[in-house]
C-alpha cells in the first residue's frame, strides 16, 4: 500500500489565482512529518514546506501553506496567487522511522501543476 | 547556501559495465542518500548513510551499492549495469534527521545501453 498519495496527476490554475495540491498520507507511527518538494523542468528539487505530527498550526512559507488535518491524514499544499513560475512538479514526502533506527522520507508520485498566464 | 554536486549532468553506459556515481556536498552534513526518479514512480530510496562508513538499505537497493569513505563523498556503484537501471539518479543530503529538509544535486540521467 502507498504511504504517501498524491491523487493529482495534473493540475491547471490561472495565473493570480490559488491552488490546493492533494497529498494524504498512512502512518501509525505518532511521531512523523511531511514535507513539500518543487521540482521545475531543470530537474533540481526545492524544499517548500515542513508540517511536524505535533506542530498545533498549520505550517506557512510565503505563499505557500501547508493545510494539516491529522484526523484526515492529509496534508494538502495550498499555493496562493499562483505565478507562471510555480509550473512544476511537485512531490510529497513523510519522514518516517527505518528499521535500523534512522529515518528516511518517503516521496508521493507528484502532481504536475501548469499556471496558465 | 548548502551545495550538492554530482559528477556528470549525463551519462551513458553499456551493459555489464561498472558505474560510479559520485556526489559531494559542502556544509558537513551527517545524513547523505542516493535516490532514483522514473516518471510515475516519484522518488525511489535506493541508500543512504548517517556517518562515515555507515550505510543503511533503502526501499530498492538491488543491483546497488554506496561508499561512504568521507563525509562530504557519497558514492553510488552500479556493480553491472543493467538496461532498467536506466534512469535518473538524484543524491541529497541533510544535517540531521527530524525536521531538518534534505538538499538535492542536480541530478545524473543515467542511460545503460
Known amino acids: 500500500a502507498q504511504k504517501i498519495t498524491q491523487t493529482q496527476p495534473g493540475m491547471f490554475v490561472q495565473e493570480k489565482e490559488a491552488v490546493t495540491l492533494d497529498c494524504t498520507y498512512d502512518?501509525?507511527?505518532?511521531?512523523?512529518?511531511l514535507f513539500w518538494y518543487k521540482q521545475p523542468s531543470s530537474g533540481e528539487m526545492i524544499f517548500l514546506i515542513y508540517?511536524?505530527?505535533?506542530?498545533?498550526q498549520n505550517a506557512t512559507e510565503g505563499r505557500y501553506s501547508l493545510n494539516f488535518q491529522k484526523a484526515r491524514k492529509s496534508a494538502n499544499l495550498v499555493i496562493s496567487a499562483s505565478q507562471l513560475g510555480d509550473s512544476a512538479m511537485y512531490f510529497c514526502?513523510?519522514?518516517?522511522?527505518?528499521?535500523?533506527?534512522?529515518?528516511?522520507?518517503?516521496f508521493g508520485k507528484g502532481t504536475k501543476l501548469t499556471v496558465n498566464p | 547556501d548548502v551545495k550538492v554536486t554530482q559528477s556528470s549532468r549525463y551519462l551513458v553506459k553499456r551493459t555489464g559495465e561498472k558505474v560510479f556515481l559520485e556526489c559531494v556536498q559542502d556544509?558537513?552534513?551527517?545524513?547523505m542518500f542516493w535516490y532514483r526518479q522514473d516518471p510515475g514512480l516519484g522518488l525511489r530510496l535506493i541508500y543512504f548513510?548517517?556517518?562515515?562508513?555507515?550505510?543503511e538499505k533503502g526501499d530498492i537497493p538491488e543491483g546497488y551499492s554506496v561508499s561512504r569513505e568521507k563525509k562530504e563523498r557519497f558514492s553510488l556503484i552500479l556493480e553491472s549495469a543493467s538496461t532498467n537501471q536506466t534512469s535518473m539518479y538524484l543524491c541529497?543530503?541533510?544535517?540531521?534527521?527530524?525536521?531538518?529538509?534534505?538538499?538535492f544535486g542536480p541530478g545524473t540521467r543515467l542511460t545503460v545501453l
Open positions: 541529497a543530503s541533510s544535517y540531521d534527521w527530524g525536521m531538518y529538509e534534505q538538499f
Open positions: 502512518t501509525s507511527d505518532p511521531s512523523y512529518g
Open positions: 508540517q511536524g505530527s505535533y506542530d498545533q
Open positions: 514526502a513523510m519522514r518516517e522511522l527505518t528499521q535500523g533506527g534512522s529515518e528516511k522520507l518517503v
Open positions: 556544509m558537513d552534513h551527517e545524513n
Open positions: 548513510s548517517y556517518d562515515v562508513k555507515m550505510k
